[in-house]
């Protein structure tokens, strides 16, 4: 779990993925030549700070978001967030202006609900803001702030230690109103005639999704996937015999918002591990969900 601890300690609140972008770069030059394949990497100018990792002849491209939510310094030590994330009084949060490093709390005024800080001086205006990464790892569970989506990514870069012909897409902005996907599976589209994506994301426990009993595959959100493809999922995942479990919402979405609108016929699914205590510094994983979203996906992108 150290590459984990390391993804989830790194800010990159949405719009300002940059460092973990780089560390993404600098991971896949220092460990692909011990992956099965070597891919093609793709990160310019044309993809902002995205990453496109290219294996073999590509039937299937994966996404996972790097960014998290997090939290905008505004004006008179007022707070705005980026994405949803859960607010409480005395939540701490860290970053780094002109003026140096930030380790502040979360304030919360009792009349009005505004979101503010607490700290020896004003902050500069613009300046992003995360919570502190407390990383606690047990025998049975991962928890620390970021698994959102870091347990995605982690996921993403585990697969390409083994992964022969597949995309793997590193995307911006998801906690915040997407855009990146779109510029993305345009040109993985055209590119490599690419049209089944895998959504590397992390869900929720609720009522049907428990801890610890296997991935997610999700039927449906705000959105809902062809039913076709879905079911050639579903099929994979029962025959593997790896464990896992079936989600259906009426709310949430994911990078797949931008697929489903896009002029190409994509086929997409949502497949992740739950997750408690979401968008908090405290978000909680069971391991076993981990190691089966990994193995699904290894299989997956042999299958599909």
């Known amino acids: 779990m150290q590459l984990l601890r390391s993804l989830c300690r790194i800010p990159a609140p949405a719009g300002n993925e940059v460092a973990l972008t780089r560390f993404i770069l600098d991971y896949v030059q220092r460990t692909q030549a011990a992956w099965r394949h070597q891919p093609v990497v793709i990160a310019d100018d044309r993809f902002q700070d995205c990453v ?9 491209a994966v996404f996972a978001h790097l960014d998290s939510i997090g939290f905008t310094v505004r004006y008179g030590r007022q707070l705005v967030r980026i994405g949803g994330p859960q607010a409480e009084a005395g939540y701490r949060l860290v970053g780094m202006d002109s003026q140096g490093q930030i380790d502040c709390t979360l304030t919360i005024d009792e009349e009005t609900g505004e979101l503010g800080y607490a700290f020896h001086r004003d902050i500069d205006r613009g300046t992003e803001l995360t919570f502190y990464c407390d ?21 993403a870069l585990r697969l390409c230690e083994t992964l022969e012909h597949g995309v793997v ?27 089944q994506a895998l959504i590397s994301d992390i869900t929720w426990v609720t009522e049907g999704v428990h801890a610890g009993q296997g991935v997610a595959i999700s039927l449906r959100d705000s959105l809902i996937p062809r039913r076709a493809y879905v079911d050639r999922i579903r099929a994979i995942a029962t025959q593997s015999g790896i464990p896992h479990q079936l989600e259906v919402e009426g709310s949430g979405g994911s990078d797949a918002k931008e697929l489903q609108h896009a002029a190409a016929p994509w086929d997409w699914c949502f497949i992740g591990a739950p997750e408690d205590h979401v968008h908090s510094p405290d978000e909680l ?9 990994l193995a699904l996906y290894q299989v997956l992108m042999q299958e599909l």
């Open 285 to 293: 994983v069971d391991k076993r969900d981990i190691a089966s979203m």
């Open 135 to 155: 990383f606690r790892e047990t025998d049975t569970t991962v928890q620390s702030c970021y698994l959102d989506n870091r347990l995605g990514v982690w996921n």
């Open 169 to 195: 897409a590193f995307s911006c902005w998801e906690e915040h109103g997407g855009g990146s996907v779109a510029y993305l599976a345009k040109f993985i589209n055209e590119t490599y005639g690419v049209r």
């Open 52 to 60: 496109l990792l290219v294996f073999g002849q590509p039937r299937t």
